[in-house]
Structure formats: C-alpha cells, structure tokens
Nanobody, 118 residues
Framework: QVQLVESGGGSVQPGGALRLSCVVSGTAVEFTSLNWYRQAPGKQRDWVASIFPGTNITNYINYAKGRFTISMDDAENTVHLQMSNLQSEDTAVYYC???????????WGRGTQVTVSS
C-alpha cells in the first residue's frame, strides 16, 4: 500500500544543482532502507545512495560522494537527493526505492528525469 512519487528533476547546465524529492505515502511500513537509483538511456540501472531510517546512516556510490547528499524529512515523509556540480554523465531517470524486511518487498517510484547539458 506504499506509494513513492519523485519530483524535482529538470534540465540544468553542467555545474548546476538539483534537489530531488520522493514523497512516501500509504500505510506505515518499517523500511530497512530508502534509496535513490538512476538509469541512463542504454545503460543499466545503478544504485546511487541509501539512507537507513533510525540511524540516518548514509551510503553512496563513489561518483556521488562529495556531490550528492541523501536525507530524510520525517515531517513531510520525504526523502531528498541534493545534487551539486552536475555533469553530463549524471543525465538519467532517477528513481526512489524503499525496501522492507517484513514482508520482504521493494517499492519503486516512476522516476524523474534529470538532464545535464549545455
């Protein structure tokens, strides 16, 4: 009964910044992690970042470290991905994902397009 809806994508020039948001709605579910993934045309879907509820511990793929920040806004039931110094290779559809342990399941949003070009 969980729904994830991404927003905040758009077109920016190299070096620009965007903040993606993922609003989580539905029944209360205990998630083991909340995540951002991305998929560029013709490429595999890559994991980008994770945040672990309760501890707020975060993990990032190497290319995201120092540029991307994943965070949670509990009051708005929203997960954010702040992206800075965007480059053309960051162009992709960015997806929000949430994982639960009981029951084991993965929830996905429909994605938001990020385009970086001059």
């Amino acid at each position: 009964q969980v729904q994830l809806v991404e927003s905040g994508g758009g077109s920016v020039q190299p070096g620009g910044a965007l903040r993606l948001s993922c609003v989580v709605s539905g029944t209360a579910v205990e998630f083991t992690s909340l995540n951002w993934y991305r998929q560029a045309p013709g490429k595999q879907r890559d994991w980008v970042a994770s945040i672990f509820p309760g501890t707020n511990i975060t993990n990032y793929i190497n290319y995201a470290k120092g540029r991307f920040t994943i965070s949670m806004d509990d009051a708005e039931n929203t997960v954010h991905l702040q992206m800075s110094n965007l480059q053309s290779e960051d162009t992709a559809v960015y997806y929000c994902g949430a994982n639960s342990l009981q029951p084991p399941f993965a929830y996905w949003g429909r994605g938001t397009q990020v385009t970086v070009s001059s």
